[in-house]
Protein backbone atom coordinates (compact mmCIF):
# COMPACT_ATOMS: atom_id res chain seq x y z
CA UNK A 1 0.00 0.00 0.00
CA UNK A 2 1.85 3.28 -0.94
CA UNK A 3 0.27 5.04 2.39
CA UNK A 4 -1.20 8.23 3.54
CA UNK A 5 -0.66 10.51 0.79
CA UNK A 6 -0.70 14.38 1.33
CA UNK A 7 -1.10 16.82 -0.87
CA UNK A 8 0.89 19.32 -1.53
CA UNK A 9 4.18 18.91 0.25
CA UNK A 10 5.02 22.41 0.51
CA UNK A 11 2.19 25.45 0.45
CA UNK A 12 3.40 29.37 0.21
CA UNK A 13 0.69 31.66 0.40
CA UNK A 14 0.18 35.58 0.94
CA UNK A 15 -1.94 35.96 3.89
CA UNK A 16 -5.59 36.55 2.97
CA UNK A 17 -5.67 33.66 0.49
CA UNK A 18 -7.60 30.58 0.47
CA UNK A 19 -5.23 26.94 1.06
CA UNK A 20 -6.71 23.71 0.49
CA UNK A 21 -4.64 21.10 1.73
CA UNK A 22 -5.63 17.21 0.50
CA UNK A 23 -5.31 13.55 1.84
CA UNK A 24 -5.79 10.39 0.83
CA UNK A 25 -5.93 8.03 3.29
CA UNK A 26 -4.83 4.14 3.48
CA UNK A 27 -7.17 2.33 1.32
CA UNK A 28 -9.71 0.43 4.17
CA UNK A 29 -9.28 2.34 7.17
CA UNK A 30 -12.34 3.96 8.25
CA UNK A 31 -11.05 6.67 10.44
CA UNK A 32 -9.04 9.34 9.24
CA UNK A 33 -7.25 12.78 11.33
CA UNK A 34 -5.99 16.12 10.68
CA UNK A 35 -3.28 17.43 12.68
CA UNK A 36 -1.44 20.57 13.37
CA UNK A 37 2.04 20.39 14.62
CA UNK A 38 4.25 23.74 15.67
CA UNK A 39 7.59 23.81 18.16
CA UNK A 40 5.75 25.97 20.69
CA UNK A 41 2.12 23.50 21.07
CA UNK A 42 3.70 19.91 19.30
CA UNK A 43 1.11 17.45 17.71
CA UNK A 44 -2.95 19.46 17.97
CA UNK A 45 -5.57 17.24 16.44
CA UNK A 46 -7.92 19.53 14.29
CA UNK A 47 -10.76 17.14 13.52
CA UNK A 48 -11.17 13.33 12.69
CA UNK A 49 -13.47 11.67 10.73
CA UNK A 50 -15.31 8.05 11.67
CA UNK A 51 -16.68 6.11 7.44
CA UNK A 52 -16.33 9.93 6.15
CA UNK A 53 -18.51 11.67 8.90
CA UNK A 54 -16.99 14.52 11.14
CA UNK A 55 -17.14 13.08 14.80
CA UNK A 56 -15.28 15.67 16.40
CA UNK A 57 -14.07 19.29 15.23
CA UNK A 58 -12.93 21.10 18.69
CA UNK A 59 -9.66 21.66 18.05
CA UNK A 60 -10.27 23.35 14.84
CA UNK A 61 -8.79 26.71 15.81
CA UNK A 62 -11.94 29.07 14.44
CA UNK A 63 -14.11 29.46 11.40
CA UNK A 64 -11.42 29.93 9.45
CA UNK A 65 -10.75 26.17 9.25
CA UNK A 66 -12.93 23.58 7.61
CA UNK A 67 -12.62 20.26 6.56
CA UNK A 68 -14.62 17.71 4.43
CA UNK A 69 -14.68 14.08 3.62
CA UNK A 70 -16.45 13.66 0.56
CA UNK A 71 -15.92 9.98 0.33
CA UNK A 72 -13.87 6.92 1.49
CA UNK A 73 -10.63 7.99 -0.09
CA UNK A 74 -10.25 11.80 -0.27
CA UNK A 75 -10.57 15.07 2.12
CA UNK A 76 -9.76 18.19 2.45
CA UNK A 77 -8.41 20.77 5.10
CA UNK A 78 -9.16 24.58 3.79
CA UNK A 79 -8.15 27.69 5.26
CA UNK A 80 -9.94 30.62 4.58
CA UNK A 81 -8.41 33.55 4.90
CA UNK A 82 -5.26 32.21 5.93
CA UNK A 83 -3.02 34.03 8.13
CA UNK A 84 0.82 34.14 9.48
CA UNK A 85 -0.20 32.10 12.39
CA UNK A 86 -1.16 29.32 10.72
CA UNK A 87 1.86 28.57 9.26
CA UNK A 88 2.65 25.11 10.64
CA UNK A 89 3.36 21.38 9.48
CA UNK A 90 -0.41 19.65 8.86
CA UNK A 91 -0.61 16.28 8.95
CA UNK A 92 -3.09 13.82 8.01
CA UNK A 93 -3.31 10.08 9.20
CA UNK A 94 -5.64 7.05 9.14
CA UNK A 95 -6.76 3.84 11.29
CA UNK A 96 -8.28 1.25 10.38
CA UNK A 97 -10.50 0.54 13.99
CA UNK A 98 -11.07 3.78 15.81
CA UNK A 99 -8.55 3.02 18.63
CA UNK A 100 -6.11 1.19 16.74
CA UNK A 101 -3.07 1.94 15.09
CA UNK A 102 -2.93 5.13 13.24
CA UNK A 103 -0.52 6.02 9.90
CA UNK A 104 0.83 9.32 9.00
CA UNK A 105 1.19 10.78 5.53
CA UNK A 106 4.15 12.92 4.94
CA UNK A 107 2.52 16.21 5.88
CA UNK A 108 2.13 19.64 4.28
CA UNK A 109 4.61 22.35 5.17
CA UNK A 110 2.54 25.65 5.47
CA UNK A 111 4.17 28.96 5.42
CA UNK A 112 1.61 32.13 5.32
CA UNK A 113 3.66 35.42 4.57
CA UNK B 1 -3.03 19.56 33.20
CA UNK B 2 -2.35 17.87 30.46
CA UNK B 3 -3.68 14.51 29.07
CA UNK B 4 -0.41 13.39 27.94
CA UNK B 5 2.88 14.39 29.58
CA UNK B 6 6.00 13.61 28.50
CA UNK B 7 9.62 14.82 29.39
CA UNK B 8 10.80 17.04 26.67
CA UNK B 9 14.25 16.43 27.16
CA UNK B 10 16.76 16.13 25.70
CA UNK B 11 17.67 12.42 27.03
CA UNK B 12 21.15 11.64 26.25
CA UNK B 13 22.79 8.23 26.54
CA UNK B 14 25.90 6.59 24.51
CA UNK B 15 25.93 3.98 21.64
CA UNK B 16 24.72 0.80 23.22
CA UNK B 17 23.32 2.08 26.15
CA UNK B 18 19.33 1.36 27.05
CA UNK B 19 17.42 4.69 26.44
CA UNK B 20 14.44 4.59 28.95
CA UNK B 21 11.22 7.49 27.55
CA UNK B 22 8.13 7.54 29.78
CA UNK B 23 4.94 8.88 29.43
CA UNK B 24 1.79 9.61 31.97
CA UNK B 25 -1.72 10.14 30.94
CA UNK B 26 -5.20 11.90 32.85
CA UNK B 27 -7.95 9.89 31.18
CA UNK B 28 -8.40 6.22 33.15
CA UNK B 29 -10.41 5.56 30.22
CA UNK B 30 -7.88 4.85 28.32
CA UNK B 31 -7.44 2.02 26.40
CA UNK B 32 -4.49 2.19 23.74
CA UNK B 33 -1.54 3.52 23.93
CA UNK B 34 1.45 3.85 20.91
CA UNK B 35 4.67 5.15 20.45
CA UNK B 36 5.97 6.92 17.76
CA UNK B 37 9.36 8.32 16.43
CA UNK B 38 9.82 11.36 14.45
CA UNK B 39 12.58 12.66 12.77
CA UNK B 40 13.32 16.01 12.20
CA UNK B 41 11.32 17.38 9.28
CA UNK B 42 9.73 14.08 8.72
CA UNK B 43 6.21 12.67 9.67
CA UNK B 44 5.60 10.40 13.01
CA UNK B 45 6.71 6.82 12.29
CA UNK B 46 4.79 4.46 14.30
CA UNK B 47 7.00 1.84 16.14
CA UNK B 48 4.97 0.24 19.39
CA UNK B 49 1.46 -0.23 20.37
CA UNK B 50 0.06 -1.84 23.22
CA UNK B 51 -3.00 -2.56 24.67
CA UNK B 52 -2.61 -4.30 28.21
CA UNK B 53 -0.61 -4.02 31.32
CA UNK B 54 2.73 -5.31 30.82
CA UNK B 55 5.64 -5.71 28.45
CA UNK B 56 4.98 -5.88 24.96
CA UNK B 57 8.60 -6.36 23.41
CA UNK B 58 9.80 -5.78 19.12
CA UNK B 59 13.07 -6.18 18.43
CA UNK B 60 15.32 -3.97 20.29
CA UNK B 61 12.27 -1.74 21.84
CA UNK B 62 10.04 -2.53 24.82
CA UNK B 63 6.90 -1.03 25.11
CA UNK B 64 5.25 -1.39 29.31
CA UNK B 65 2.15 -0.20 30.27
CA UNK B 66 0.87 -0.23 33.81
CA UNK B 67 -2.80 1.21 33.58
CA UNK B 68 -3.56 1.81 36.98
CA UNK B 69 -0.43 4.40 37.71
CA UNK B 70 -1.51 5.46 34.24
CA UNK B 71 2.05 5.37 32.82
CA UNK B 72 3.46 3.69 29.55
CA UNK B 73 7.37 3.50 28.54
CA UNK B 74 9.86 2.56 26.09
CA UNK B 75 13.16 0.80 26.25
CA UNK B 76 15.31 1.24 23.71
CA UNK B 77 17.80 -1.67 23.85
CA UNK B 78 21.28 -1.68 22.55
CA UNK B 79 21.05 2.05 21.65
CA UNK B 80 22.26 3.28 18.16
CA UNK B 81 22.83 6.93 16.98
CA UNK B 82 20.10 5.90 14.08
CA UNK B 83 17.54 6.08 17.08
CA UNK B 84 18.42 9.44 17.75
CA UNK B 85 14.48 11.52 16.92
CA UNK B 86 11.69 12.33 18.81
CA UNK B 87 9.63 9.72 20.18
CA UNK B 88 5.65 10.44 20.91
CA UNK B 89 3.39 9.44 23.41
CA UNK B 90 0.01 8.79 21.66
CA UNK B 91 -3.00 7.81 23.57
CA UNK B 92 -6.77 6.67 22.91
CA UNK B 93 -9.35 6.51 24.83
CA UNK B 94 -12.09 3.62 24.34
CA UNK B 95 -15.18 5.25 22.56
CA UNK B 96 -14.09 7.94 20.87
CA UNK B 97 -11.82 7.34 18.02
CA UNK B 98 -8.90 10.34 18.72
CA UNK B 99 -5.13 9.75 19.66
CA UNK B 100 -3.90 12.46 21.97
CA UNK B 101 0.00 13.02 21.65
CA UNK B 102 2.19 14.40 24.31
CA UNK B 103 4.83 17.06 23.14
CA UNK B 104 7.49 14.24 22.49
CA UNK B 105 10.56 13.33 24.35
CA UNK B 106 14.03 14.41 22.08
CA UNK B 107 16.28 11.53 21.98
CA UNK B 108 19.66 11.77 21.52
CA UNK B 109 22.58 8.94 21.34
CA UNK B 110 26.20 9.81 21.64
CA UNK B 111 28.50 7.29 19.51
Known amino acids: DAGVIQSPRHEVTEMGQEVTLRCKPI?????LFWYRQTMMRGLELLIY????????DSGMPEDRFSAKMPNASFSTLKIQPSEPRDSAVYFC???????????FGQGTRLTVV | QKEVEQNSGPLSVPEGAIASLNCTYSDRGSQSFFWYRQYSGKSPELIMS????GDKEDGRFTAQLNKASQYVSLLIRDSQPSDSATYLCAVNTYGTYKYIFGTGTRLKVLA
Open chain 1, 27 to 31: SGHNS
Open chain 2, 50 to 53: IYSN
Open chain 1, 93 to 103: ASSQVGGTEAF
Open chain 1, 49 to 56: FNNNVPID
